[in-house]
């Protein structure tokens, strides 16, 4: 669905300590590609643990568009009867991606060898953000695409109705665009080969081998040499999706900076490449234990024990290391404004082309809350102080990430931090008011 009509503005206030059990939902990538490999395959996938935020709903509203029957049992329980690979059908509407650029880069490689023609749209976020990364790559394998100036949404996408394979370095770190061009290859003949100099997540690869198809992955000295035989078998699986390490990340940044929380952050994702943020915090000095750690549904899961950590210094984090973190420079930038020192991100430019131009969201964010920011083009630099003075409204910019993480921040500020919209937090995590409610933290809507 596209935006939600009426903006739903929050304020959050300093908080008393925050404490229990934070059951954070699944992981959004691994729930988009759950819904679309179901589709691609034969018979039945059966998940659970969905995220059943609003992405997530649109993933599966596009799968029906396109002849999988998608089924909700119960709370994150699913089904998919999938069409198999090249058996997509054509939708006979626009098929809306509402705000995800997850749902609407991997769908159109889903269907870019398959002889159906479609047309994208997304909300008012969604419909200024680049699809050429996208489009260039699926060129190649005969997929025509027009948009709108800039390679913009709405955008029709023609299926390549003779698929040749296709070798592509990737000439930015980005998952979406590496599983576009995997999942295109399915229906591809012979090998697709993509190669990415800096790793990013790789829930495609692991998933595309739990349905049955052959993926190899070769660390090399260009990167990760990632080779996928076409045409293959998909047949259905039952996924457990674990829980979401990004959204984790809102809980477990509030209780290091509320002074006396202690929560428990059960069944997160330590997949290595998502887990940047953590590296990250403890680096900094964060009371964080991985406790009971196993492996569920293919990937390593732990109990987070998180407790407030008062003597946080500000870091560097390394270029190479923003691939695994992508999504949690927002709260970052939140800790480290209330860290000892200054907090330099690296390699970040890739968060100008998120839901919002993310750095310069926080940025003017937190310098209305009174700390002092630098950024360049590539780089977010936040100098820590005390006590942050808070008391201003923040835009959210159709931006869940940014709009929690202001709300992080008015836990600990002297005076209460608003966002003028908290609607687009239920694109993923629409549990979040009463989760953080449970552990304590009084985040309200502005009429409540
Ligand atoms: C995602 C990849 C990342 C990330 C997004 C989810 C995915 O985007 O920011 O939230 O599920 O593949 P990019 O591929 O643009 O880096």
Request: net charge negative; glycine share 12%.
């Amino acid at each position: 669905m596209s935006s939600h009509a009426t903006p739903i503005p929050m304020t959050a206030r300093a908080s008393g300590p925050l404490k229990g059990v934070a059951e954070v939902p699944g992981d959004k990538s691994i729930s988009h590609r759950a819904l679309i490999l179901g589709a691609l395959s034969v018979g039945e996938t059966r998940v659970t643990g969905l995220l059943e935020g609003q992405d997530v709903l649109d993933t599966a509203a596009a799968m029906r568009a396109f002849g999988a029957t998608v089924t909700r049992h119960g709370p994150g329980e699913w089904t998919v009867q999938g069409v198999g690979v090249g058996g997509f059908a054509e939708p006979d509407h626009v098929i809306d991606c509402g705000n995800s650029g997850t749902g609407v880069r991997l769908i159109m490689g889903a269907m870019a060898t398959t002889p159906v023609t479609a047309t994208f749209t997304g909300d008012a976020s969604l419909n200024k953000r680049p699809m050429g990364r996208v489009t260039d790559p699926l060129a190649l394998f005969g997929t025509q695409a027009v948009g709108r100036r800039g390679g913009r949404l709405p955008m029709t996408v023609v299926g390549a109705p003779d698929p040749v394979p296709v070798r592509y370095t990737l000439p930015m770190p980005s998952a979406q665009v590496k599983s576009a061009v995997l999942l295109a290859g399915l229906n591809a003949p012979g090998q697709t080969v993509v190669i990415e100099p800096e790793a990013t997540r790789d829930h495609t690869e692991r998933m595309l081998r739990g349905f049955g198809a052959q993926v190899d992955v070769q660390d090399t000295p260009e990167g990760r040499v990632i080779t996928l035989t076409g045409r293959p078998e998909l047949t259905g699986q039952s996924v457990a999706v674990p829980r979401d390490p990004s959204s984790a990340a809102f809980p477990v940044c509030a209780a290091l900076i509320v002074p006396g929380s202690d929560i428990l952050v059960p069944g997160v994702s330590r997949n290595p490449t998502r887990d940047g943020l953590y590296v990250t915090l403890l680096e900094m000095g964060a009371d964080i234990t991985f406790e009971n750690e196993r492996e569920e549904g293919g990937e390593p899961v732990a109990d987070l024990r998180v407790r407030y950590s008062p003597d946080l210094q500000g870091v560097e984090t390394p270029a190479h290391r923003a691939a695994s973190m992508i999504d949690e420079f927002p709260v970052l930038s939140v800790v480290a404004a209330v860290a000892r020192g200054t907090t330099v991100m690296r390699g970040v430019k890739e968060l100008r082309v998120k839901e919002s131009d993310r750095i310069d969201a926080m940025a003017r964010g937190l310098e209305a809350c009174g700390v002092r920011i630098d950024e360049d083009e590539d780089t977010l630099i936040v100098h820590g102080m005390d006590r942050v003075p808070g008391g201003a409204t923040c835009e959210s910019r159709l931006d869940h990430r940014i709009a929690m993480s202001f709300l992080v921040l008015g836990l600990v500020t002297a005076r209460a931090v608003s966002v003028d919209d908290g609607g687009p937090i239920a694109t993923s995590f629409p549990a979040f008011e009463p989760l953080m409610a449970g552990l304590g933290a009084p985040i309200q809507r502005a009429n409540a």
